[in-house]
């Protein structure tokens, strides 16, 4: 890997050529960039650790919900959301993996040719629900949104509190995270 002024030589961000590393190499890229620059600034970064273990219990917190969710209405539907989504990582989704030390999928879901989602297997996501896209967290199809809002309004209510919670939760992290590497 090319090296400049002793950072990995990497596309770390939207690029023309390829919108958020969907190409194998530049995936590679990117996750040894922060590989790299977590190693590196492994002293510092305690506090940027702790805004992502802030975001892993709050992720944690929205699973039982949507996994409830996703057993009354994901079974029986005729247009899976997976089947046409383009969801991508971005940097922040890849600076929470890094983070926690979960394991990084291999790519991103639509890369390597792939016309649908790699992570879709025959009963759904492969990916267990914290290594998926945040997108792939938030979003309610308009029957799980429907289901939800009629059977408890309170709760859903909390439900998109949380989601704004956890945005800029993600938002700390990525600044916090740019502000420690690039100090
Ligand atoms: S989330 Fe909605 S659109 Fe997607 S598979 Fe489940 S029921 Fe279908
Ligand atoms: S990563 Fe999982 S949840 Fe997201 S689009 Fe792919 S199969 Fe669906």
Redesign the pocket.
Known sequence: MAYVNDLPCVSAGPDIGDPTWKRPALWRAANAALDYLIDRHADSLGPVRSVAQELRDGLLCLFPTLDSL?ER??PE?Q????RVADARFDLRDLIFIHLVGIAVPPGQPRSDGNSVCRYLGPH?CLLPRLSRPWICTW??????KRLFVQSDPYRFAQFKASIGRIKLCRKQLEDDFIYVVGA
């Open positions: 996703c209405t994901c539907c247009t899976p959301c997976c759904g979003y309610l199809c308009p029957q799980q």
